[in-house]
C-alpha cells in the first residue's frame, strides 16, 4: 500500500502507532537498563528512522542534546556502513562526541530493521554510560583524549555475534564494565523490540515498504513548520546569556532571524572555546537551538525531519559552541544547557507575552566515588524553571533537558551515600507576578570509611537566572562543605570520611512586576514554604503574619493572614485586588 491509497484517518493512526512504537522501543531500554541513568533518571532517547536515515519518531521522553543529535548521527553511521552493506543482526555504535550527542559518555547504538530479507527502517537510541573511563566525569580535562575511551563507529554485533574484542576492550578500560556492556545489550534489545512492533504494524496495515508513509509523515510536518515561521513577521533580533565557566565566564551571544519560511540563528559574537571541558559540538548546539525554535514556535508540530529543515544553525570554527576536535567536550551541558536561554531572549522581542522567563538551565550532575567498599555513582538533580507569562514556574523540574533526578532510596541502596536533607529550597525562585520555580536543597554524607570524592559539574553558582518584564532573579546555586569551603563547582572535590556536602540548587527567574502579584497567592507561597515572611515583605510588599503562639510545632493555614493594612502600605497603589 503507497500514501495514496492512505486515507487521513488510516494516516493519523498509523502515525500514532509509531509513537506507540518508539515508546515500546524506550519501555523495552528502561526496564532491562542497568544503570540509574537510564533507569531513573531516563537520560536517553529512542527514536524510528526510514531507510534514507531521516527521524520519523521519537519516544515520550528524550532529552533534546540526545534525541536532535541522534537525528544528525545517522548520516555518519550512513556514510560509515551503507545501506546496502548492512544485514539483519547487525547493530552499529558510537560515542564520537563530533558525530553524535556531543561527549563520549553518549553511546549511540543503531540496528537496521530487515523484513522478509529487505531493509525498511532503522531504529537507534543514545544512553549515558555510567562511566568510559578517562578522567571520571568532569569539566577538567584538557584534550578530550583524557575524558575516556572513543569508540569509532563500528559494529557491536555482526548478523547477530556481538564483537568479543570490542567489548573486551571496553570493559578494561571502564570502571563498571558490568553495567556499561549490560547496558549496551539492553540499548541493542530496545531496538529489536521496535523493530519487531514496526513489522507487526507494517503486516497490519498491509505496507510494504515503510518509506512512503515516512515521506508523507516528513512532509507534512515540515508544511506545519514552514507555516508557523511564515505566520511570524520578518525581522532580525539578538539575544545573550552568561554561564559560570570553569576558569573564567562564558558569554553565548544569538542573532536570529526569520526570513519568509525559515529560521537563522546563528551564535557568532559568543565565547572561543575553552581550554576546559565545557564545550559544545555543533551537533549539541544545533539540538538545543532547534529544541528552542520548536517549543517556541511550533510545539505541537510532530518532532522529526520535517521540523528540523527550516532551521539553520551557525557558529564560528572553534567558538564555545562549535569546539574544534580535539577539544574536552565531558561537561558540554553546562553550556550547551544555555543555548535556549539565548534563543528565548531573542524570540522575546518577536513573541512578546509568550516566553518564560530563564531557568535554572543546566542539570546538575555530580559523580560520587568512593573506597572501603568501592563505589562509583552519578547523580542527576534539577533546579527550578522560569516562571511563565500566566502561571508560576517549576520547582525541581529540568528544562531544557528533561532528565529526572535520582530517588533518595535508590541512591542510598546502591551506594553507601546518605542523603540527610533534601527540600524545595525556600525562597530560590525568583519573585514576579509568577514565581520562578524553587530549586532544591540537598546534603549527602558517606556512611563507609576512607577518602570518597565528588566531581560536581554544577552551573548557575554565579549567574542566576534573570527575571524578565519587570521580575526578580531566582537564586544562585551552591556547592558548599559542611565547614563553609566553596570549592570550584566543576573540578573534582575529594573528601574525608565524616565530610558532608550540600548541593543547593538555583532557582528560575520571575515573571513580572512582584508587586502585582495576587496577595492571596503570596500568602499561599507563605503557608506551604515556598517563600518566608520576609521575603513576602521585601519582595511582594505582602505582610503575612502568623496568629497563632510562636511554639506551636504544626501551622495551620488558616494561622497565617495577610495584614492589609501594612501591605497597603508597603504596596501603595498597587495593593487593591
Not at 223 to 233: C, D, F, G, S, T
Not at 375 to 387: D, K, R, Y
Not at 469 to 484: H, N
Request: charged fraction near 20%; include cysteine.
Amino acid at each position: 500500500m503507497s500514501t495514496t491509497a492512505i486515507d487521513p484517518v488510516t494516516l493519523e493512526v498509523i502515525w500514532n502507532r509509531l509513537l506507540s512504537v518508539a515508546n515500546e522501543q524506550q519501555d523495552a531500554l528502561m526496564r532491562t537498563a542497568f544503570s540509574t541513568i537510564v533507569r531513573e533518571s531516563q537520560d536517553l532517547a529512542c527514536g524510528l528512522f526510514d531507510t534514507q536515515g531521516r527521524m520519523v519518531a521519537q519516544s515520550v521522553s528524550g532529552t533534546p542534546g540526545h534525541i536532535n543529535a541522534m537525528a544528525t548521527s545517522m548520516g555518519h553511521f550512513l556514510r560509515e556502513f551503507p545501506a546496502d552493506t548492512l544485514a539483519p543482526g547487525d547493530v552499529l555504535i558510537t560515542n564520537d562526541p563530533w558525530q553524535t550527542a556531543g561527549h563520549v559518555n553518549d553511546i549511540t547504538i543503531t540496528t537496521p530493521i530487515f523484513r522478509r530479507g529487505r531493509l525498511v527502517a532503522f531504529f537507534a537510541n543514545t544512553c549515558h554510560a555510567a562511566d568510559i573511563g578517562g578522567r571520571i566525569l568532569s569539566a577538567e580535562a584538557r584534550e578530550v583524549y583524557e575524558e575516556g575511551l572513543r569508540i569509532p563507529i563500528m559494529k557491536l554485533f555482526h548478523a547477530g555475534e556481538s564483537d568479543p574484542i570490542l567489548l573486551k576492550m571496553i570493559r578494561a578500560n571502564v570502571r563498571l564494565p558490568h553495567e556499561v556492556v549490560s547496558d549496551f545489550y539492553a540499548q541493542s534489545a530496545c531496538n529489536d523490540a521496535g523493530g519487531r512492533a514496526l513489522i507487526e504494524t507494517m503486516d497490519e496495515f498491509g505496507l510494504d515498504s515503510f518509506d512512503p508513509v515516512a515521506e508523507e509523515i516528513i512532509s507534512r510536518s515540515e508544511k506545519a513548520v514552514r507555516a508557523a515561521i511564515a505566520a511570524l513577521e520578518d525581522g532580525a533580533w539578538e539575544g545573550e546569556t552568561w554561564s559560570d565557566g570553569f576558569e573564567e565566564p562564558i558569554f553565548i551571544k544569538t542573532k536570529l532571524e526569520v526570513r519568509g519560511d525559515e529560521i537563522f540563528i546563528d551564535f557568532a559574537g559568543s565565547s572561543p572555546q575553552s581550554r576546559r571541558g565545557i564545550n559544545v559540538v555543533m551537533n549539541y548546539t544545533h539540538a538545543y537551538a532547534s529544541f528552542a525554535a520548536k517549543a517556541a514556535i511550533y510545539p505541537d508540530v510532530p518532532h522529526n525531519e520535517g521540523s528540523f529543515r527550516p532551521v539553520h544553525v551557525t557558529a564560528p570554527a572553534g567558538s564555545i559552541l562549535n569546539a574544534n576536535d580535539p577539544a574536552p567536550v565531558a561537561a558540554r551541558q553546562t553550556v550547551g544547557h544555555f543555548v535556549p536561554t539565548a534563543v528565548f531572549t531573542a524570540l522575546a522581542k518577536a513573541l512578546p507575552g509568550k516566553l518564560m522567563a530563564p531557568s535554572a538551565d543546566p542539570i546538575w550532575l555530580s559523580v560520587w566515588r568512593g573506597q572501603d567498599p568501592s563505589f562509583n555513582l552519578t547523580v542527576f538533580q534539577v533546579g527550578g524553571t522560569g516562571a511563565r507569562p500566566t502561571k508560576d514556574g517549576l520547582s525541581a523540574v529540568g528544562f531544557p533537558s528533561g532528565v529526572a533526578g535520582v530517588p533518595a532510596e535508590v541512591i542510598e541502596s546502591l551506594s553507601p551515600l546518605v542523603m540527610h536533607r533534601r527540600e524545595l529550597r525556600v525562597d530560590s525562585g525568583g519573585a514576579g507576578t509568577w514565581r520562578g520555580g524553587l530549586g532544591q536543597f540537598t546534603e549527602f554524607a558517606n556512611r563507609a570509611h576512607g577518602q570518597w570524592s565528588v566531581n560536581g559539574i554544577l552551573d548557575r553558582t554565579r549567574y542566576a537566572a534573570p527575571g524578565i518584564m519587570g521580575g526578580g532573579p531566582g537564586l544562585p546555586g551552591e556547592f558548599i562543605l559542611d565547614g563553609g569551603e566553596r570549592p570550584n563547582p566543576k573540578a573534582q572535590t575529594h573528601l574525608g570520611g565524616d565530610r558532608s556536602v550540600q548541593l543547593n540548587h538555583p532557582g528560575g527567574g520571575g515573571y513580572g512586576d512582584p508587586m502585582k502579584r495576587d496577595p492571596e497567592r503570596v500568602r499561599a507561597d507563605v503557608v506551604y514554604g515556598y517563600i518566608t515572611p520576609e521575603a513576602a515583605a521585601r519582595d511582594y510588599g505582602v505582610v503575612v503574619r502568623f496568629t497563632g503562639r510562636d511554639d506551636e510545632k504544626v501551622r495551620l493555614p488558616e494561622q497565617w493572614v495577610i495584614d492589609e493594612a501594612a501591605t497597603r502600605d508597603l504596596r501603595g497603589d498597587s495593593a487593591s485586588r
